[in-house]
T-cell receptor, first 114, second 112 residues
Framework: AAGVIQSPRHLIKEKRETATLKCYPI?????VYWYQQGPGQDPQFLIS???????DKGSIPDRFSAQQFSDYHSELNMSSLELGDSALYFC?????????????FGEGSRLTVL | TQLLEQSPQFLSIQEGENLTVYCNSS?????LQWYRQEPGEGPVLLVT?????EVKKLKRLTFQFGDARKDSSLHITAAQTGDTGLYLC????????????FGSGTQLTVLP
């Protein structure tokens, strides 16, 4: 079965550069979530989209923005990168805003800021 | 402050032993999930519990949701080396539209 696809899997950037991460949800899933996981830390919720509209916002820095497109894929744009942005960025998808919180995660994009 | 506290944070046991991981909070959750994460990979959902006192079994894994829906436990019987990984509990607060909150994680290592 098709899973959540994230690209790129690995990304290396310099400080103050910009980066864009892409997420392709499971087919027919209309909700995507972005999480950031620092080394040795649990995933922290950044932002989510349902039917192309922002549904919830977590600890996403103002330097970051995201959107969901008509085909339900989502992109996380990160500008003025800082060393502390180095982390694993996970995208998850679900069918609708599930009340039980069951999410299907991608394999993540590892961002390294030098 | 961590909304969901997991204990222990690290656990190293021999193959064949039993173990229990705990996930505790002072808040009430409408549901709790347990995920397992391999290094460099995304979390994989193991189970969802929604009813206070609920017990679910998945082969050698037993999950329990506390009566008050504030805590959960994961018990593994006869651990195998393939059980090694980071176990994360996660929950959705009752009456809240907030998204899934993850626990601090338990890193389990099963030695041969």
């Amino acid at each position: 079965a098709a899973g959540v696809i994230q690209s790129p899997r690995h990304l290396i950037k310099e400080k103050r550069e910009t980066a864009t991460l892409k997420c392709y949800p499971i087919p027919r899933h209309d909700t995507v979530y972005w999480y950031q996981q620092g080394p040795g830390q649990d995933p922290q919720f950044l932002i989510s989209f349902y039917e192309k509209m922002q549904s919830d916002k977590g600890s996403i820095p103002d330097r970051f923005s995201a959107q969901q497109f008509s085909d339900y894929h989502s992109e996380l744009n990160m500008s003025s990168l800082e060393l502390g942005d180095s982390a694993l960025y996970f995208c998850a998808s679900s069918l609708g805003l599930v009340n039980t919180g069951e999410l299907f995660f991608g394999e993540g994009s590892r961002l390294t800021v030098l | 402050t961590q909304l969901l506290e997991q204990s222990p944070q690290f656990l190293s046991i021999q193959e064949g032993e039993n173990l229990t991981v705990y996930c505790n909070s002072s808040s009430v959750f409408s549901s709790l999930q347990w995920y397992r994460q391999e290094p460099g990979e995304g979390p994989v959902l193991l189970v969802t519990v929604v009813t206070g006192g609920e017990v679910k079994k998945l082969k050698r894994l037993t999950f329990q949701f506390g009566d008050a829906r504030k805590d959960s436990s994961l018990h593994i019987t006869a651990a195998q080396t393939g059980d090694t990984g980071l176990y994360l509990c996660a929950g959705k607060l009752a009456g809240s539209a907030r998204q899934l909150t993850f626990g601090s994680g338990t890193q389990l290592t099963v030695l041969p």
